[in-house]
């Protein structure tokens, strides 16, 4: 598998199907596996926090959503095969574990009620998927947090708690609530749920989903900024803005 740094932040190069294959394999280990869906935000976000940075390139799987890191890697000559959206990602990763039945999936995060709707949508969608519990993203301490998660006996967790929140409760908590895979969903509960519409095929095809995201939420532009940034780094740094990740860094 194939890694590289994207502005000195690490990012897997793989298809769907290969992220799922490794999905699968961290269900056979025994520790905390932390995937991270990495995008321009959070690439950038990176650049002004060393500890999330040092997360994300210590992760066990970073996958390549958001089309911007395509357009990187593609200047800088290297050639990702495809966009794994998040929420495309942990609905395949739903069917496999309804499929297997062997290891229950937990819903941590979003507004109240939108966690059990979207559980509630993966279930009919997928008969037979083992979901442990569901938990809205509004509490205060993690202890009980971690316990309910753990006497449900779920080993995969979709966290829904925005980032880098859900990826530093996911590192800091997870080994002690006994969980093999943890990743951080955004706000994919709510695509899911039906409480939110995901952009259109057109959108998503033109690599344009992030502006339809802001047509539909222009009160939340200043999130928005971190991508024209994100552009003027990468032409700024030239093909020193994609490096191969090598041993050590």
Request: aromatic share 8%; hydrophobic share 40%.
């Amino acid at each position: 598998m194939q890694t590289y740094k994207i502005l000195g932040v690490k990012c897997h190069s793989l298809t769907m199907d290969e992220a799922l294959g490794r999905l699968q394999e961290f269900l056979q280990g025994d520790k905390t596996c932390l995937v991270v869906t990495v995008g321009p935000e959070m690439i950038m976000r990176a650049q002004e926090d060393e500890d999330f940075k040092n997360l994300v390139n210590a992760a066990d799987l970073v996958v390549p959503d958001g089309s911007g890191v395509l357009w990187a890697a593609s200047r800088c000559g290297v050639k990702i095969p495809e966009r794994i959206a998040g929420v495309e990602l942990i609905d395949r990763f739903a069917e496999i574990l309804a499929a297997r039945k062997d290891n229950a999936l937990f819903l941590l995060g979003a507004a109240p009620g939108i966690a059990e709707k979207a559980g509630e949508k993966l279930k009919e969608k997928y008969p037979g998927l083992p979901l442990g519990g569901c938990r809205d993203g509004y509490f205060k301490e993690d202890g009980p947090v971690v316990e309910q998660i753990k006497q449900s006996g779920a080993r995969v967790v979709y966290a829904a708690l925005g980032s880098p929140k859900q990826e530093k409760w996911i590192r800091d908590r997870g080994a002690e609530a006994c969980i093999k895979v943890g990743i951080g969903v955004g706000g994919s509960f709510d695509v899911i749920s039906g409480a939110k519409k995901r952009a259109p095929q057109l959108f998503i095809k033109l690599r344009l989903e992030w502006l339809y995201r802001l047509l539909c939420e222009p009160s939340r532009w200043r999130r928005f900024l971190a991508i024209p940034r994100f552009m003027y780094l990468v032409v700024k740094n030239g093909r020193g803005a994609v490096e191969e990740w090598k041993d050590g860094n």
